[in-house]
C-alpha cells in the first residue's frame, strides 16, 4: 500500500544546538504530500525536530494519511548483540535499554559516550563501541577502534555489507559516527512507539506494516547518486541548497517517492535471511536482490 506522506530526517547527535545559521552535519527534515515535494527544515536540537514530526504524524492521523517517516541512522545492531546485553533477540529489547538509560537533554547535552561504555562492559574483550573526545576517558570505551579486541559480534550488519560506504554502528566520533546518531535516536523511535502505539509500526520489524497508518524505517541517503547542481526545480518551484545534508535528504524524498509510486518502498522480506533481518534491521530503499543466494 502506499504512502500519502514521506518524510526524510537527517539525524544529529551534536551536544549542544548548530548554530542559528544552518549548518552541515545538522538535523534537516523534508517531507512529501500527497506526492508533492515541500521544502526542507533546518532545525537546531532534536527536540525541536521532534516536535516538528509529531505534528507531522499528528496531522495524518486526523486526515486519516498513511505517513512514512525514515531516520538516517541504523534501527538495530550485528546479530548477537541485544542477546548478550538484554538476554533477547527482539530488536525492541534494546530499543527499550537504550530508553531507560539514554539522557537527551532540550539543548542537546546528552551521556552517550557513558552510555556506549556500560553497554561495551557487558561484552568481553574491549568494545565494540568506539570513539570520543580525547579529553574523556572512559574504562571500556577505546578511542580508536584499533583498540578494541576480543570483540564477540561482527563489526557491520547484513545491509551494511551491501550499502555503499556505509559506516560501523560501532563508531561514535568523528566523520561517519552513525553510532552516536544511533544511541541518541533510537531511544526516541521507542518514545514514538509507546506515543502512537497500534497506530505505528517499525518496518521490517512489525509484521502489518502494510496496514499501519505510520510506519518508520531506516534511510541511507548516500545510497542514492545525486546529481551535482545544488538547486532543484519541483512543481514550477525552485529550492536551493548549498548544504549537502539538506540537499540529501531533498533527493532522498525523491527517490522514495518513485519507490512509493511503484509500491516497493517496503517490500517483503526474504526467506534465508529474514531472521538476521528482523534483529538487525534494513535500510529501505536497499534492494534484497543484493543479497548471495
Known amino acids: 500500500m502506499n504512502f500519502d506522506r514521506l ?3 537527517d539525524w544529529s547527535a551534536r551536544s549542544k544546538p548548530s548554530p542559528k545559521k544552518p549548518t552541515k552535519d545538522a538535523i534537516y527534515i523534508c517531507h512529501s504530500i500527497n506526492f508533492e515535494m515541500q521544502n526542507t527544515e533546518y532545525f537546531r536540537t532534536r527536540r ?6 509529531e505534528k507531522l504524524i499528528e496531522k495524518s492521523l486526523v486526515l486519516k494519511e498513511r505517513i512514512f517517516v525514515g531516520f538516517d541512522f541504523a534501527f538495530g ?4 548483540f541485544s542477546e548478550s546485553v538484554t538476554s533477547s533477540s527482539n ?7 537504550l530508553k531507560r538509560k539514554v539522557v537527551d537533554n532540550d539543548n542537546n547535552s546528552n551521556n552517550r559516550f557513558e552510555v556506549a561504555q556500560r553497554l561495551n562492559l557487558k561484552l568481553p574483550g574491549i568494545g ?3 570513539g570520543c573526545p580525547q579529553n574523556l576517558c572512559l574504562d571500556g570505551l577505546p578511542h580508536k577502534g584499533t583498540d578494541r579486541s576480543g570483540d564477540s559480534v561482527s563489526e557491520f550488519r547484513l545491509c551494511e555489507k551491501y550499502a555503499r560506504s556505509a559506516h560501523s554502528v560501532w563508531k561514535l566520533f568523528t566523520t561517519g559516527a552513525v553510532g552516536s546518531q544511533s544511541l541518541m535516536g533510537i531511544p526516541h523511535l521507542q518514545k514514538l512507539r509507546e506515543k502512537f502505539y497500534k497506530n505505528l509500526c517499525v518496518w521490517p520489524f512489525d509484521q ?3 496496514s499501519a497508518q505510520i510506519v518508520l524505517g531506516e534511510v541511507y541517503p548516500s545510497l542514492y ?15 536551493c541548497h548549498d548544504i549537502t545534508d539538506a540537499y540529501q535528504t531533498y533527493r532522498t524524498v525523491e527517490n522514495l517517492l518513485n519507490l512509493n509510486k511503484e509500491g516497493r518502498l517496503l517490500p517483503i ?7 538476521q533481518i528482523m534483529e538487525e534491521g534494513w535500510i529501505v530503499g536497499l534492494s534484497f536482490d543484493k543479497l548471495e543466494t
Open 77 to 80: 545492531y550485528p546479530l548477537g
Open 208 to 210: 502489518d506494516f502494510n
Open 225 to 239: 547518486k545525486f546529481p551535482l547542481d545544488s538547486e532543484i526545480k519541483s512543481n514550477s518551484k525552485v529550492f
Open 91 to 97: 530488536v525492541f529489547s534494546i530499543w527499550k535499554l
Open 128 to 130: 565494540p563501541f568506539w
Open 48 to 53: 525541536e525536530a521532534l516536535i516538528f514530526i
Open 269 to 275: 522480506l526474504p526467506c534465508k535471511f529474514r531472521k
Open 7 to 9: 518524510v526524510v530526517v
